[in-house]
């Protein structure tokens, strides 16, 4: 009994250090994760260094299977503009599913962000969890 759990902590062990961008895996794993869970308790604020885009009109980019910036500030109600350049679809999901944008391949995707109140929204991409980033309304 002992050694099983100790041979299954060793497999995700294993698992969290080989297993990222493998979209084989991460196809089945579906949802957007408890936003509390992706949060230490005391550090629900966001990233330091998040690029302010209150002013203008917001961009996020989705390169590389990474989203750039990877923490973008906007104007509540705003509008944000999603460019994937990347040959593979990816998604803009937020934690909790108030949004969750398929883009294709090459695709560019205009998002109403009115459902979302002032606040921090982590997001990801529905296919490949390791694609992360922070959404900061208000
Ligand atoms: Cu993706």
């Not at 509390?36 to 260094?49: I, V």
């Not at 109600?77 to 990816?90: F, P, Q, Y």
């Not at 560019?108 to 990801?124: Q, S």
């Amino acid at each position: 009994m002992r050694s099983t759990l100790v041979t299954v902590l060793i497999v995700l062990a294993l698992v969290g250090c080989t297993g990222r961008y493998k979209p084989s895996e991460a196809a089945g794993a579906g949802g957007a994760g408890d936003p509390a869970a992706e949060s230490p308790a005391g550090q629900t604020g966001p990233p330091a260094d998040c690029a302010d885009a209150t002013g203008g009109s917001p961009t996020l980019t989705i390169s590389d299977f990474a989203f750039d910036p990877t923490c973008l500030r906007v104007s509540a109600g705003s509008r944000l503009t999603i460019r994937n350049e990347d040959a593979s679809a990816h998604s803009f999901t937020v934690s909790g599913g108030a949004i969750d944008e398929t883009l294709e391949s090459g695709s560019t995707d205009e998002i109403r962000l009115d459902a979302l109140e002032p606040g921090t929204y982590p997001f990801n991409c529905r296919f490949h969890p390791p694609m992360t980033g922070t959404l900061v309304v208000g």
